[in-house]
């Protein structure tokens, strides 16, 4: 049974930082290619970072270019994204997810691409 579980939400004052963490069980976690996606209220989840199996590439959506970095470490089979200059806009239940092949594909971005999710951890940042 496959087990995606994400921790490190919290709540931070704009300009703040995060890390949020991810592990996942019950496949081979260097197979997969990971994703963050988040969903803020009222809003359709979307996706904001995805990394290829070994890490060699990575991928973000344009409103976090610069300011958020996705990362693994697979000995640890676990997933990291690092929040920095955070801002009240990226509020929202953030997401982990896998892709179930070894490389983001060109729609990476879509939440049809990612096989198991997580139940999310939710960040929140004041003005």
């Known amino acids: 049974q496959v087990q995606v579980v994400e921790s490190g939400g919290g709540l931070v004052q704009a300009g703040g930082s995060l890390r949020l963490s991810c592990t996942a069980s019950?496949?081979?976690?260097?197979?997969?290619?990971m994703g963050w996606f988040r969903q803020a209220p009222g809003k359709e989840r979307e996706g904001v970072s995805c990394?290829?199996?070994?890490?060699?590439?990575?991928y973000y959506t344009d409103s976090v270019k610069g300011r958020f970095t996705i990362s693994r470490d697979n000995a640890k089979k676990t997933l990291y994204l690092q929040m920095n200059s955070l801002k009240p806009e990226d509020t929202a239940k953030y997401y982990c997810?896998?892709?179930?092949?070894?490389?983001?594909?060109?729609?990476?971005?879509?939440?049809?691409?990612?096989?198991?999710w997580g139940q999310g951890t939710q960040v929140i940042v004041s003005s």
């Open positions: 997810a896998v892709r179930g092949s070894p490389y983001c594909s060109v729609s990476w971005y879509k939440n049809s691409e990612f096989r198991y």
């Open positions: 019950g496949l081979l976690f260097d197979d997969n290619a």
């Open positions: 990394i290829r199996w070994n890490g060699d590439s990575t």
